[in-house]
């Protein structure tokens, strides 16, 4: 990479760079949350590896050898947080006790604002942008989607049955699923990803209108 240095260069901020061969031990986890940090601030094709180091404290050449390329680290780091975040939004609604409508609002809620990571829709447009160029990050993002509509067709399902969805869609559990997803996803786009700031909660209650309607919840 053009950033890569000499084994005994100084960092711009006056940091010894580790020696190629010889990383210094790597939390990778923590290497891959500082770019990812990083993205959300300046962009997938903006970030380089010299702002990761910054952000991590890890020279350049350590990142280099545990990653092997700098396109490598940050897909790595895009795609372990979209698949995170997934985990994180099944955990919020497996409580069995509440009703299908009461998990699937869970289950906005927690995707329009995902709690502890107030910028990840900022990596979630990068990804988007990437699986639409990159053949093998599409397939990842269909995989993460799988799971998404896995997931919400379960709770359209459990809702259909007894009777609090009674929309004609939700007989096709899995093109319910796909529509409520995308509801979510556009209208985030269009009042979350926006350059004077988020608007989560206008975004949270447009979506639950919007899908309430479509499923025919019983309630409204």
């Not at 700098?70 to 790595?76: D, G, P, R």
């Not at 599409?138 to 995989?143: R, Y």
Request: include cysteine; charge should be negative; glycine fraction near 8%.
């Amino acid at each position: 990479m053009d950033e890569a240095t000499g084994p005994d260069e100084a960092t711009p901020r006056g940091r010894p760079r580790g020696r190629l061969g010889r990383p210094s031990t790597l939390d990778r986890d923590a290497a891959l949350k500082a770019a990812r940090d990083v993205i959300a601030a300046r962009g997938f094709d903006r970030t380089r590896y010299s702002d990761v180091a910054e952000a991590s404290g890890v020279p350049v050449t350590t990142l280099q050898h545990a990653f092997g390329s700098l396109q490598a680290m940050l897909l790595e780091s895009v795609q372990r947080t979209a698949a995170s975040e997934i985990a994180i939004l099944r955990d919020l609604s497996t409580d069995t006790t509440l009703t299908p409508w009461e998990r699937l609002s869970e289950f906005v809620a927690g995707a329009v604002h995902p709690p502890d990571e107030p910028d990840s829709w900022l990596l979630w447009l990068e990804f988007w942008r990437l699986a639409g160029r990159d053949a093998d990050v599409g397939a990842k993002a269909g995989v993460i989607y799988e799971q998404w509509w896995d997931y919400v067709a379960e709770l359209i399902t459990l809702g259909a049955a007894a009777g609090e969805f009674t929309g004609a869609i939700c007989a096709t559990p899995r093109e319910a699923a796909i529509a409520t997803v995308a509801m979510i996803d556009g209208i985030a786009a269009a009042l979350i990803v926006r350059a004077d700031g988020p608007d989560h909660e206008r975004t949270r209650a447009l979506a639950m209108d919007a899908i309430a309607s479509m499923l025919g919840y019983a309630g409204r």
